[in-house]
């Protein structure tokens, strides 16, 4: 069974800002993939990055990164430079890598930026 | 080239009806799956089909099920409609291992 955990309901960061969600994981799969995904009000699950479990290197992609930490179990996302059209909800995800995995999310966290 | 799309947009329908979702998977994506979204949650997953067949299925009664087509593209149907079943509805295609979203139909039962 897999499970993701995210502990931030709702967060705040100023325009041009770093901030960084919190994401924490349990599986019992060997090979497994995280993502983050960004869901606007309109509803689309928006794919931001992703770090295989077997990376060496954390993920980045543009303004955002993925700060893996194994042994904690911990795929924080990092973005930096905040934008107003940053304001989401994000989630965090895994699947086992073999086969065709069901995704499995987080709760989310409500990021606004503020002007 | 188009992503994920899914019909309808919004749904409006009462308790007991039953109710038929639609998708198309990316071009080229084989492999699709369902999930329900409730206010204020996480995509919770429903099933997944791939060749036709059921091959995953989540905690979900049998008043949910499913279709795939010959050309990838597959339907939710829910019978029997509770007020517990208002949600955004997404539909996720695959190749290999990266899952594309569409944007959801919005079921809302009353």
């Known amino acids: 069974a897999q499970k993701i955990t995210q502990t931030q309901p709702g967060m705040f960061v100023q325009e041009k800002e770093a901030v960084t969600l919190d994401c924490t994981y349990d599986?019992?799969?060997?090979?497994?993939?995280l993502f983050w995904y960004k869901q606007p009000s309109s509803g689309e699950m928006i794919f931001l990055i992703y770090?295989?479990?077997?990376?060496?290197q954390n993920a980045t992609e543009g303004r955002y990164s993925l700060n893996f930490q194994k042994a904690r179990k911990s795929a924080n996302l990092v973005i930096s430079a905040s934008q107003l059209g940053d304001s989401a909800m994000y989630f965090c995800?895994?699947?086992?890598?073999?086969?065709?995995?069901?995704?499995?999310f987080g709760t989310g966290t409500k990021l606004q930026v503020i002007p | 080239d188009a992503g994920v799309t899914q019909s309808p947009t919004h749904l409006i329908k009462t308790r007991g009806q039953q109710v038929t979702l639609r998708c198309s998977p990316k071009?080229?994506?084989?492999?699709v799956s369902w999930y329900q979204q409730a206010l204020g949650q996480g995509p919770q997953f429903i099933f997944q089909?791939?060749?036709?067949?059921?091959?995953q299925r989540g905690n979900f009664p049998d008043r949910f099920s499913g279709h795939q087509f010959p050309n990838y593209s597959s339907e939710l149907n829910v019978n029997a409609l509770l007020l517990g079943d208002s949600a955004l509805y997404l539909c996720?295609?695959?190749?290999?291992?990266?899952?594309?979203f569409g944007p959801g139909t919005r079921l809302t039962v009353l």
């Open positions: 996720a295609s695959s190749l290999y291992a990266a899952w594309v």
């Open positions: 599986t019992s799969d060997p090979s497994y993939g």
């Open positions: 770090q295989g479990s077997y990376d060496q």
């Open positions: 995800a895994m699947r086992a890598i073999r086969g065709y995995q069901k995704v499995t």
């Open positions: 071009s080229g994506h084989d492999t």
């Open positions: 089909y791939y060749e036709e067949e059921e091959r």
